[in-house]
C-alpha cells in the first residue's frame, strides 16, 4: 500500500448535531484505485460521514485532504469540480427533467465553474452525458420523465450523473438499498467494471454480500467511530463486530461466502 498515493486523507473528522457526535472522530484514509467499503448499524453516522468529506455539511472539526490539499471548508459544487462526486441513499435527481436532462445538469455544472445563466451545453457536455447513460445502460429510456422511473433506475441515474462529471473518487451511499437480488447482481457488475477501470471508490451498503463482493478493504461505523478496519474476508472474524452489527447468523453466512459463489450468499 506505501507506494500508492494517498487521494484522500480524512483525519479526526467529528460534526456534531447538538448534543449527538454523529461522527465522532473518523480518520480515514483512501489509496488512488481503492474500493473502501463502509458497514454499521443505522444510525451509525456513515451518511453523515460522506455529508462532511463530500462538503455537504460542514465538519465540527477535523481535516480532510483531497490530492494533498486541504479541502476542508470547500462547498459540495467545489469538490465535485475538483473531482469528487458522490450518489445519495434517498432519491436526488429532478423529477420532472427527463434522465438525459438530469446527467446533462452534471456534466454541465459538475466539471467546472459555471453560472446558470446561460446555461447552454457544448458537444463535450452531450458526449459525456452518452457515455454514462451508456454505461449504466439508460441510453433507451433517456428521454423518459424521472418522476416514472422505477427504484433500480434511479439508482442507475445517479451514478450515471456522478460518472458524467468524470469523477476521481466516488461515493455510493446506499447503491443497492431496495433493490432486489438480481438487480444487487447488476450493479454488482456496474461497480465491478468501474474498479477494474482503476476508478477510486467509497460505498456504503448493508447488503454484505455486495460490501464483501467489491470492497478491498472494509471498514465498521458504530456510533460514531470506526470500530474495524480490515480485508473483506476479516470482517466476520471479528467479534466486536459481530457482536454490534452482524449477530451469529450471518457470521455463519459470511464465512461461507468467502467458500461459495457471490450469488449463494443471501446475507
Ligand atoms: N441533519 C441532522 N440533524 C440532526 N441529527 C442528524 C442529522 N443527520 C443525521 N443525524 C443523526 O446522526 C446520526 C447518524 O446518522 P446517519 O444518517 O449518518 O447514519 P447512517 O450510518 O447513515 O445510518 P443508515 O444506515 O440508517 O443510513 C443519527 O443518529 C441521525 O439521527
Ligand atoms: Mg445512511
Known amino acids: 500500500m506505501a507506494e500508492r498515493t494517498a487521494l484522500l486523507a480524512c483525519d479526526t473528522i467529528v460534526k456534531r448535531y447538538g448534543s449527538l457526535a454523529a461522527v465522532d472522530g473518523v480518520s480515514l484514509t483512501v489509496a488512488a484505485g481503492e474500493v473502501v467499503g463502509i458497514g454499521g448499524p443505522n444510525g451509525a453516522g456513515k451518511t453523515t460521514f460522506f455529508d462532511v468529506v463530500t462538503g455537504v455539511t460542514p465538519a465540527t472539526s477535523g481535516q480532510v485532504l ?130 477494474e477501470t482503476g476508478m477510486t471508490i467509497v460505498l456504503i451498503e448493508h447488503v454484505m454480500r455486495f460490501l464483501l463482493a467489491l470492497s478491498t478493504r472494509v471498514v465498521i461505523m458504530h456510533h460514531g467511530k470506526l470500530i474495524f ?28 461466502y468467502f467458500d461459495a459463489t457471490p450469488a449463494e450468499v443471501q446475507a
Open 229 to 256: 478496519e480490515g480485508l473483506p474476508s476479516q470482517v466476520a472474524d471479528d467479534e466486536t463486530v459481530v457482536e454490534t452489527y452482524l449477530g451469529q447468523g450471518a457470521r455463519a453466512r459470511l464465512k461461507k
Open 66 to 195: 483531497f490530492e494533498g490539499a486541504d479541502v476542508s471548508q470547500l462547498d459540495a459544487d467545489r469538490l465535485c469540480q475538483m473531482g469528487m462526486a458522490r450518489t445519495f441513499q434517498l432519491n436526488a435527481a429532478f423529477e420532472s427533467l427527463t434522465v438525459r436532462e438530469n446527467v446533462e445538469v452534471a456534466a454541465y455544472f459538475g466539471r467546472q465553474q459555471r453560472r446558470f445563466p446561460g446555461f447552454r451545453l457544448g458537444r463535450a457536455a452531450r458526449a459525456v452525458t452518452d457515455e454514462a447513460l451508456d454505461f449504466v445502460g439508460l441510453a433507451d429510456k433517456a428521454d423518459e420523465k424521472v418522476g416514472l422511473l422505477p427504484v433500480l433506475d434511479r439508482k442507475l441515474l445517479m451514478i450515471a450523473g456522478a460518472m458524467a462529471t468524470k469523477p476521481k473518487i466516488l461515493f455510493l451511499d446506499e447503491p443497492v438499498g431496495g433493490l432486489n437480488a438480481s438487480e444487487i447482481d447488476l450493479i454488482i457488475g456496474l461497480v465491478l467494471r468501474m474498479r
